[in-house]
């Protein structure tokens, strides 16, 4: 089961204006909530044959935390996976960033949609995400720096870091991550 804490947050700040903002301006959610909104959705039944946190930990509170909640349930972290990509590069593929409401992900010049701004699955117009704009990207990516950054250290001490060079050709990348993932119907 994929869980993209970001994905929440989008559906929450609907109704929420203080994690809207928060969303806007590329700042982190406080740990507290982020880390009680995952406490819960791993009660969920559908997360029973394994899952795979994306966005999560974003800071080595969140580790610690996440850390603490699996030791109750007596689960273990497979394997964490850095995707290593300069700064410049990652700038240039957040921006380009396209995306549909049915949750397809496109780039503009590096994996366009066969009809410009139309996905290729549903036909619904495709849109930057608000923070996707440069100037909020380089925000995130010194939040990034700032609080995620020291992670790296976390999970190479805990000997479960995967390093995966990302600026490698997205078959080498996802070749890659796959030999880590195992798909459970
Ligand atoms: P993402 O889709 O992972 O890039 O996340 C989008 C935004 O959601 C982030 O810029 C944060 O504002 C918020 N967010 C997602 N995951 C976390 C997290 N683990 N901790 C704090 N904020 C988060």
Redesign the pocket.
């Known amino acids: 089961m994929h869980l993209?804490?970001?994905?929440?947050?989008?559906e929450v700040k609907k109704s929420d204006k203080v994690?809207g903002k928060?969303?806007a301006?590329?700042?982190?959610?406080?740990?507290e909530?982020?880390v009680n909104m995952?406490k819960n959705r791993l009660t969920k039944d559908d997360v029973k044959k394994g899952f795979l946190l994306?966005?999560?930990?974003?800071?080595v509170k969140?580790a610690e935390e996440l850390d603490a909640m699996l030791k109750v349930e007596n689960i273990k972290i497979d394997v964490v996976f850095f995707i290593d990509v300069r700064f410049e590069e990652a700038v240039k593929r957040i921006v380009g960033r396209r995306v549909c409401s049915c949750g397809a992900s496109y780039h503009v010049t590096m994996l366009p949609p066969k009809e410009v701004n139309r996905c290729d699955l549903c036909d619904k117009e495709l849109v930057q995400?608000n923070?996707d704009k440069e100037d909020i990207v380089r925000d995130?990516l010194s939040?990034y720096e700032k609080q995620t950054k020291p992670l790296i250290k976390y999970y190479k001490k805990s000997g479960s870091l995967i390093g995966i060079d990302g600026l490698n050709s997205e078959s080498e990348v996802f070749e890659r991550i796959s030999k880590y993932i195992k798909v459970v119907v």
């Open positions: 993209s804490t970001g994905d929440m947050f989008r994690i928060l969303l301006s590329g700042q982190l959610v406080p740990d909530i982020v995952v994306d966005g999560f930990p974003r800071t969140q995400r923070d995130r939040v």
